[in-house]
């Protein structure tokens, strides 16, 4: 990938970087409602489902954080489009679609693959457990 579009991610993944501690310092502020707010149980388990949601979706976005402080790390050290784990260079079609990519495409396949695996293999073993303890 040329420099010019390495900067030109470097600085979309920034702003993405931005909007996101943004919205991370928002949801803190509004997760700190005075649950007097909610006197009715019912208005109040409403609003703790919302606030759930809320968590999952701050939980994603935590890690991509994590994800683009680290794709930025990569382009500081020059090593933006390299796969992690077996060193080739990166599509930049890949590039283009998730700038926080740190594996090609094989890789990645692969990795998805035994990750697919794990939890089947998880869960069987959970279903294996359970229908011997139900005898």
Not at 19 to 38: I, N, P, V, Y
Not at 51 to 73: F, K, N, P, Q, S
Not at 96 to 101: L, M, Y
Not at 111 to 118: A, T
Request: hydrophobic share 30%; with cysteine; aromatic share 6%.
């Amino acid at each position: 990938m040329n420099t010019n579009n390495v900067h030109y991610l470097k600085s979309l993944l920034i702003n993405n970087l931005h909007d996101l501690h943004l919205s991370a310092g928002k949801t803190s502020a509004e997760m700190k409602t005075d649950e007097k707010l909610f006197p009715d149980p019912l208005d109040r388990a409403t609003a703790d489902l919302g606030r759930g949601v809320d968590l999952i979706i701050r939980g994603r976005e935590r890690e991509l954080i994590r994800e683009i402080e680290e794709a930025l790390t990569r382009i500081d050290q020059g090593e933006f489009g390299i796969c992690q784990n077996c060193g080739s260079t990166i599509s930049d079609k890949r590039l283009w679609a998730k700038p926080t990519s740190s594996l090609c495409v094989e890789c990645k396949e692969k990795e998805e693959g035994r990750q697919r695996r794990r939890s089947i293999l998880n869960d069987y073993s959970a279903m294996a457990s359970h229908s011997y303890m139900s005898w």
